[in-house]
């Protein structure tokens, strides 16, 4: 049980290229998300999906589209990244309600030159 | 609309003593959750606690303890004897039990234990 696993660890882009940051879970969970961290912002929102099949906006959506592929997999794109997206990107996944608490993936240190 | 507040931005203590971390929220929900998440040096988000707003009683994992105040919005997290180890950045989060509720986050707190 590997719970939620992000690929790659670490990532150096030039403005205008474009990557996908990979999260997978094993852990059978509906909901899934994606964060960004910065110094002294604590973790923003970009995108979450309550359940396969369905996406929605966070807090700091611009710049990014998601890919809910299965209920394991949750993609985040950069189309054209900008420095402004330098950041670590962190993946969660959601315990069904009587739990209900959000478990990390281990996050994805990216730099955009 | 929910916020989660950390004043004390970088608290620096020896080995051993104790320690308490300062959390106050703000939400319209009646019923909500509150969380703490360790990060260590290494990165990971790790999850310590969760607690429901009905529950207001105080709870104790073998150094850490946590107090949970409805009526001053506060949920406090005290390590005892702390140690090296417990060197991190906490924050602590709030989210209504609603399936489009985001999960909010202070700016975090870090806490450095010098042996």
Same mark, same amino acid.
């Given at each position: 049980?590997?719970?939620?696993?992000?690929?790659?660890?670490?990532?150096?882009?030039?403005?205008?290229?474009?990557?996908?940051?990979?999260?997978?879970?094993?852990?059978?969970?509906?909901?899934?998300?994606?964060?960004?961290?910065?110094?002294?912002?604590?973790?923003?929102?970009?995108?979450? #999906?309550?359940?396969?099949?369905? *996406? =929605?906006?966070?807090?700091?959506?611009? +710049?990014?589209?998601?890919?809910? !592929?299965?209920?394991?997999?949750?993609?985040?794109?950069?189309?054209?990244?900008?420095?402004?997206?330098?950041?670590?990107?962190?993946?969660? #996944?959601?315990?069904?309600?009587? *739990? =209900?608490?959000?478990?990390?993936?281990? +996050?994805?240190?990216?730099?955009? !030159? | 609309?929910?916020?989660?507040?950390?004043?004390?931005?970088?608290?620096?203590?020896?080995?051993?003593?104790?320690?308490?971390?300062?959390?106050?929220?703000?939400?319209?929900?009646?019923?909500?959750?509150?969380?703490?998440?360790?990060?260590?040096?290494?990165?990971?988000?790790?999850?310590?606690?969760?607690?429901?707003?009905?529950?207001?009683?105080?709870?104790?994992?073998?150094?850490?303890?946590?107090?949970?105040?409805?009526?001053?919005?506060?949920?406090?997290?005290?390590?005892?004897?702390?140690?090296?180890?417990?060197?991190?950045?906490?924050?602590?989060?709030?989210?209504?039990?609603?399936?489009?509720?985001?999960?909010?986050?202070?700016?975090?707190?870090?806490?450095?234990?010098?042996?």
């Amino acid at each position: 049980n590997a719970g939620v696993t992000q690929t790659p660890k670490f990532q150096v882009l030039k403005t205008g290229q474009s990557m996908t940051l990979q999260c997978a879970q094993d852990m059978n969970h509906n909901s899934m998300y994606w964060y960004r961290q910065d110094p002294g912002m604590g973790l923003r929102l970009i995108y979450y #999906s309550a359940s396969e099949g369905t *996406t =929605d906006k966070g807090e700091v959506p611009n +710049g990014y589209n998601v890919s809910r !592929l299965n209920k394991r997999e949750f993609s985040l794109r950069l189309e054209s990244a900008a420095p402004s997206q330098t950041s670590v990107y962190f993946c969660a #996944s959601r315990t069904g309600p009587s *739990t =209900d608490t959000q478990y990390f993936g281990p +996050g994805t240190r990216l730099t955009v !030159l | 609309a929910q916020k989660v507040t950390q004043a004390q931005t970088e608290i620096s203590v020896v080995e051993k003593e104790d320690v308490t971390l300062d959390c106050v929220y703000e939400t319209r929900d009646t019923t909500y959750y509150l969380f703490w998440y360790k990060q260590p040096p290494s990165g990971e988000l790790v999850f310590l606690i969760r607690r429901n707003s009905f529950d207001e009683q105080n709870e104790i994992s073998g150094r850490y303890s946590w107090n949970f105040q409805k009526s001053t919005s506060s949920f406090n997290f005290t390590i005892t004897a702390s140690q090296v180890v417990d060197s991190a950045v906490y924050f602590c989060a709030l989210r209504a039990p609603r399936a489009n509720s985001k999960l909010t986050f202070g700016k975090g707190i870090t806490l450095s234990v010098r042996p």
